[in-house]
């Protein structure tokens, strides 16, 4: 594996959460450094939800450790995750497909012009403003911010990532650099045919 000389961002230690018997996510560890930008894919089911509630502070882990900027963290709510700026765009509201880029870094948060009754009058141009600066800072690259999601395929979220990070039943089972894998690789890690790291079998 290359050595990293970049600063690390956010690491998480063991990082573990089970709904009663569900051992959805178990010893994770995981590090992001600095301007580095890394998907995390798995089968239904795998760990990702749960992963990324952990380190939004949706939830709260069973246990494990999550270090943000060097800092040990504990976040009680997204809105903790938040101010330390830990942005979140949701994958799984039906509409997300039918709406473009700015649309789904707001949702739920819209810019809101003025109100109408039941409607609300979406400040769009600001949206727009707020998600090239929001872009911006994490270096994403978006050629077409107007773009729909639903037209975006999924090789186009894979060239912007450096890494891909892959969560079988509740484990990180690979880690593969984008630039030396193919499709193929990914598939079998996803899928349980490879593994290229070391886990422990998980006891109930
Ligand atoms: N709130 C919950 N209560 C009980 N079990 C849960 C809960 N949330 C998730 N699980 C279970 O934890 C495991 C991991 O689920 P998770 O939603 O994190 O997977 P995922 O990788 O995001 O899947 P998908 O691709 O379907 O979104 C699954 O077995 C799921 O049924
Ligand atoms: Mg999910």
């Known amino acids: 594996m290359v050595e990293e000389k970049r ?34 894919v798995g089968d239904n089911g795998a760990g990702k939800s749960t992963f990324v509630r952990q380190i939004t502070g949706t ?21 903790d995750a938040r101010k330390e700026g830990i942005e979140t765009v949701y994958q799984n509201l039906a509409l997300a497909d039918d709406l473009d880029v700015p649309s789904n870094i707001f949702l739920g948060r819209e810019e809101i012009y003025f109100n109408l009754g039941p409607f609300s009058f979406l400040n769009e141009r600001k949206m727009l403003e707020k998600s090239k600066e929001v872009l911006a800072k994490t270096g994403i690259k978006i050629p077409e911010l107007k773009t729909q999601m639903g037209n975006m395929s999924g090789g186009q979220v894979l060239d912007l990532v450096e890494k891909v990070i892959v969560l079988r039943q509740g ?29 422990q079998p998980s006891y109930i």
């Not at 939830?59 to 809105?79: A, R, W």
């Not at 499709?183 to 886990?199: R, W």
């Open 7 to 40: 600063k690390v961002i956010l690491k998480t230690e063991g990082l573990t959460k089970h709904y009663g018997g569900v051992h959805a996510l178990q010893d994770a560890d995981f590090v992001l450094h600095d301007g580095e930008h890394v998907a995390i």
């Open 171 to 199: 484990r990180i089972v690979g880690e593969v650099e984008t630039a030396k894998t193919d499709g193929n690789e990914i598939v079998s890690l996803i899928t349980g045919v490879k593994q290229n790291i070391d886990v």
């Open 59 to 79: 939830e709260i882990p069973t246990s494990g450790k999550i270090y943000f900027d060097g800092q040990l963290v504990n976040f009680h709510s997204p809105l």
